[in-house]
């Protein structure tokens, strides 16, 4: 899965006016906005405190009690080697989060300045820039995964360092795009005549204005690099099992054919859930630009000059 | 003789983010046939929902009260409903053409212009007669240029484009809307002229919406100044332009500097143009009018009969009094 | 013209190089924007530039401030040169206390996430070594003096009309306290009442400060209101210059001639 | 036009060097000597890590060994595959008509589901679009290896309509039998994206000043839609329509493992767990090229339908 849904938005980070902009966050997001953003705090709580509130220790086996039923010491149930199964979800959750998490948060602390400088500087590095965004662009995320997996021993870090790399240029070509939108605007060009220097204008003006596009993107990226992570864990390249992941936790092949698949239902809609809540936020922040546009009084335009 | 198109009390309302917002406030006007009516008004003034209210072109969800009469059919208005109404609207728009501000984001860019011309009349003749009347707005080499994108011709051109293919329809009325806003003032002069020549050959009524009180008052019969939608002044446009009546339109003519003489400091009407749906009770003038009272920002003045005009002000004795700034002739 | 001019420009010239060099061989045709221009303007001089559309009037101004880079001609402002763009900060911060620009979409020349006072307060930043409640003082009084209120001063583009950003604009150029302000169709943009009142700001803070105007537009009846002298553009040469006055009421080049007469007459038919 | 051929084919050839750099490369990256990666978890005699060596030319220098290895490709000889010492090309060749199978019929589900429900939406304002965006909302969220694992457990397994497993049955109905479900799991999110990207695109091309010009002149709605909307609004969906459907070729990997198909996904991850190093370059660059020709395939397209870029002048 390696496209992100063309959509820009407004998360207003002006530390000045924090508690306002708490207010229009909130009231941008809508009801579905707020209940997507409560369950994705609860997942994180879940993977921040497993170990309390886990009932069992996910890799503890019992023999006796496989595919227990759901229900009295297990809530969920036992899979095909007696590990508690709501343990094992819970405990998933920190794998399948912080892996997506670290690898929006690489592609966008690479990505970021990179479009800033291309935006700003323009000319050849513009152009470099832009062609090495393509070329990445055009390799899978999933392909380079399995590359990297192949050449270094099948594990998480690999795996999320690939991501990575493959997802830089979601970010960095929306960023450079929305960089370059703010560039071609009087406001900069009156800024460069006022004197001020290259960095001033990117760090004071250019970002903050492009924060708001590119905030838009993360909890989409994150959402794909969740799924494919999801996935490559399914595939046994990233996470390994026995380790509880998500992924892994769908990868239950034999259960499924004797008939059990409660514990790949269960993770399987976690999966779906936090992609979709992921998927919404993006959305609602990415509305706000297209209704937030200025609306101009019917104006007499005059010649383009 | 019955006019052509009569708006009578016309109030509409369009949603602006998401909430009605009231554009044009119980407007009433007849234009008769033949008729060229200059409507002049500055940003929000609602002079250009005017016309997209008689062509039907308003957003959905918007509302249009009173009743808008063309040619004896109502297009809105209580006899107005129901699938019979919907198509005596449908046939009565046909005999309306409308020119747009901006020539080019109204024309299909996948489109060719001889395509576009001969769109709503597929017969043989039609391209013959497209290029004729191509000929006729003044378009070189007519025949290569029905092949052409939109892309491949200037501004001027493609305004000249929209001019005949609202002439191909034969209309009685031609609406435009700030047909000459977006191009220079050389091609804006061609325009004009070629505008106001060929209705006049047509014999077609022409009602020609500009934020250019000066260009309007060059071609049409009447010029009706708008403000906060609603109408402040309709008057016979050499008349309009030598002796305005109303606070609004003096104040118009006087702070707009002139090409052929200078001011050593231009007379300011203070303040900004407002909305009909932010327009104070009473005369919604009142706020940037010097010479308000207590009344004007009361009561609402009636549009009444003055010297052949149509004024709306309860203050024109008053104002009589205080003489128009002349314009100073200082190199 | 006793003292020196605050503008001296010679020759200048900008040529486009549009197609690309792709692989079948460059397929180069090049626009020429601007074709040799030579012009002064004197100390609180308003020289105004008329010309269409694609005359390369908006060029010329871009090109004196620095903006886009001229490939043949000289400028200097206040005896400094600046045909080439500044390299190093000091050099940056010398031309923006000379030369400021106004530009004319009130809706993109201003950062939508600043306030007018912040957007003021910046420039004083840069260009003076006032303390911070110094400069709170002096960016109120710049914001009186374009006609800004209390509640404008404070408030994000987006709550502001276009004439009031448009003297925002204004303000954040005199924050610079210039001595030439580029005005690019400055008032364009604006509804007629509005217009007057912005012109009327404009000639007073030039009778306030003394500050030299390059006023671009394509708009006759401004230019006669405002410039003294004026040049007119054509396809990037100037055809004629000359007192407004007579140039527009005894044009010679007919290319003003046909400007001149393009104009509507007032209120004869 | 053949300016802009030119330039895309330029473009094309960059990628592709590029990438096949990187698969190259990427040997080299790995810790310890390209060898022991080769060699897999094999304990090598000194003779047989000579052997490696020398068969791979691991002493002559990067670049000389990367061009041989780029010239062997050009000319089909894909290297040979450690499992069976058999030419990677023929156990390529034997896989890849079940991958072009699957991507061929997810292809044409995408466009079907996706087309429809987003002209579905956008053409009818309401109830109707609020239903569709609320399900592809959810619909873009389900990875294929949820969909492939819990269709299993319930198509397969409980209903039995479907194979759980292996390549299905005999003769085109049977094969296609057995690609329903894997098809169907690949094809969610695709066509949950293009659904929204084709209301997306239809919506703004009806909020267009064009279409009030051709209301103005009495042209009916559904008029304006066939012969002005759906053209201008073809080009952004055709673009993502393309991209979602060279993405494919990656999403096989998941599929194909998830339901035992034989192609080239389960090829790929099948050599990497055995360590079968040149078939995994192989499957890669094989992939990578099918992605970057398909997005070419729909540049092209999009020259072809756009009337200002026909006359020449690059994109």
Known sequence: MTLTQPSLTAVESAPSRANAAGRRLRNRLGATGLVALCWIALMIGCAALAPVIAPHDPNAQDLLHVYAAPGGDHLLGTDGTGRDILSRLIWGARTSLVGPALVVLLSLVV?????????????????????????????????????AVAVFRPGPAPAILALAVAYLPYVARVARSAALRQRAMPYVAALTVQGHGGVAICARHLLPNITPVVGAQIPIAFANALMDLAALSFLGLAVQSPQADWGVLVNDAQAVLQGHSSQVVYAGVLIIATVVALMLIGDRLGGDIRRRRVRRAPQPTGRTP | ????????????????????????????????????????????????????????????????????????TELYGPENQGRAGRSRTA?????????????????????????????????????????????????????RRMRQYPHEMSGGMLQRVMIASVLLARPRLILADEPTTALDATTQAEVVSLLDELRREDGTALVFITHDLDLAATFCDRVAVIYAGCLQEVRQAELLIRAPLHPYTRGLLASRPATDSRVPRLPVV????????????????????????????????????????LVRCDRLAAIEAAPVPEKVNRP | MTAAPVVDVHELRKVYRTGTSGPLGPRRNEFV?????????????????????????????????????????????????????????????????????????????????????????????????????????????????????????????????????????????????????????????????????????????????GVAYLFITHDLAVVRHMADRVLVLKEGHIVEQGPTAKVLDHPEHPYTQRLRESVPARGTP | MMRFLA????????????????????????????????????????????????????????????????????????????????????????VFDTTLYLVGVTAVLIAAIGLGLGLLAALRPGRIDALVST??????????????????????????????????????????????????????????????????????????????????????????VVRHVLPNAAPPIVTVGGLLVAALFAGTVVVENAFGLPGMGSLLIGSVNQKDFPTVQAVTLLMVTAFVLANLVVDITQQLLDPRLRQGGTA
């Not at chain 2, 005999?95 to 001889?114: E, K, T």
């Not at chain 2, 919604?284 to 052949?308: E, I, K, N, W």
């Not at chain 3, 401030?65 to 400094?80: D, K, N, Y």
Request: with cysteine; proline share 5%.
């Open chain 3, 33 to 209: 924007a601007v074709a040799g221009a030579t012009f002064q303007v004197a100390a609180g001089e308003c020289l105004g530039i008329v010309g269409e559309s694609g005359s390369g009037k908006s060029t010329t101004a871009r090109m004196l401030a620095g903006l886009e880079r001229p490939t043949a001609g000289t400028i200097s402002v206040l005896g400094t040169d600046r045909s080439r763009p500044a390299r190093r900060a000091a050099e940056r911060h010398l031309r923006g206390g000379q030369l400021q620009m106004v530009f004319q979409d009130p809706y993109t020349s201003l950062d939508p996430r600043q306030t007018a006072r912040d957007t003021i307060d910046e420039t004083l930043r840069l260009h003076t070594r006032l303390s911070r409640a110094e400069r709170a003082d002096r960016v109120s009084e710049i914001a009186a003096s374009v006609g800004l209120d209390q509640r404008q001063a404070h408030a994000l583009p987006a709550g502001l009309s276009g004439g009031q950003r448009q003297r925002v604009a204004i303000a954040r150029a005199l924050a610079a306290d210039p001595r030439v302000i580029v005005l690019d169709e400055a008032v364009s943009a604006l509804d007629v009442s509005i217009q007057a009142q912005i012109l009327n700001l404009l000639a007073d803070i030039r009778d306030a400060t």
């Open chain 2, 270 to 309: 203070p303040g900004r143009p407002l909305s009909a749906f932010e327009a104070p009770p009473g005369c919604a003038f009142a706020a940037r009018c010097a010479h308000a009272v207590d009344h004007c920002h009361q009561t609402r003045p009636a549009l009444t009969a003055r010297q052949g005009a």
């Open chain 4, 7 to 94: 330039g895309r084919l330029t473009g094309l050839f960059i990628t592709l060097s590029v990438s096949s750099f990187v698969v190259f490369g990427a040997l080299y990256l790995a810790p310890g000597s390209p060898e022991s990666v080769l060699l897999g978890n094999s304990t090598p005699t000194p003779e047989r890590r000579a052997a490696i060596r020398e068969q791979y030319g691991l002493d002559d220098p990067f670049m000389a060994r990367y061009l041989h290895w780029l010239g062997d490709i050009l000319h089909g000889d894909l290297g040979t595959s450690f499992v069976g010492n058999q030419p990677v090309s023929g156990r390529i060749g034997a």
């Open chain 1, 111 to 147: 990505g970021l300045p990179l479009a800033l400088a291309a935006a700003w500087r323009g000319g050849w590095l513009d152009a470099v820039v832009g062609r090495f965004l393509d070329i990445v662009f055009s390799l899978p995320a999933i392909l380079v995964a399995v590359l």
């Open chain 2, 1 to 72: 003789m019955k006019p052509l198109l009569q708006l009578d009390r016309v109030s509409v309302s369009i949603p602006i983010d998401g909430d009605p917002r009231r554009v044009i406030s119980d407007v009433s006007l007849d234009l008769a046939p033949g008729e060229a009516l200059g409507v002049v008004g500055e940003s929000g003034s609602g002079k250009s929902m005017t016309a997209r209210t008689v062509m039907g072109l308003l957003p959905s969800g918007s509302s249009v009260a009173g009743a808008v009469r063309f040619d004896g």
């Open chain 4, 135 to 224: 399900v592809t909302a959810v619909v873009a969220g389900v990875p294929a290896f949820v969909a492939a694992s819990v269709g299993i457990s319930v198509f397969a397994v409980r209903l039995d309509w479907f194979p759980a497993y292996g390549a299905g049955g005999e003769g085109f109905l049977g094969r296609l039998h057995g690609m329903v479900l894997p098809a169907l799991s690949l094809a969610l999110i695709a066509s949950a994206l293009l659904a929204r990207v084709t209301r997306a695109a239809v919506r703004a091309e009806l909020d267009k000043e064009y279409t009030q010009t051709a209301r103005a002149r009495g042209i009916p709605g559904r008029l304006i």
């Open chain 2, 91 to 143: 046939a009565a728009r046909r005999d309306i053409g409308m020119v747009f501000q901006d020539a080019r984001a109204h024309l299909d860019p996948r489109q060719r212009i001889g395509d576009f011309l001969v769109e709503t009349d597929r017969g043989g003749a039609a391209r013959k007669a497209a290029v004729e009347t191509l000929d006729r707005v003044g378009i070189d080499d007519a025949a």
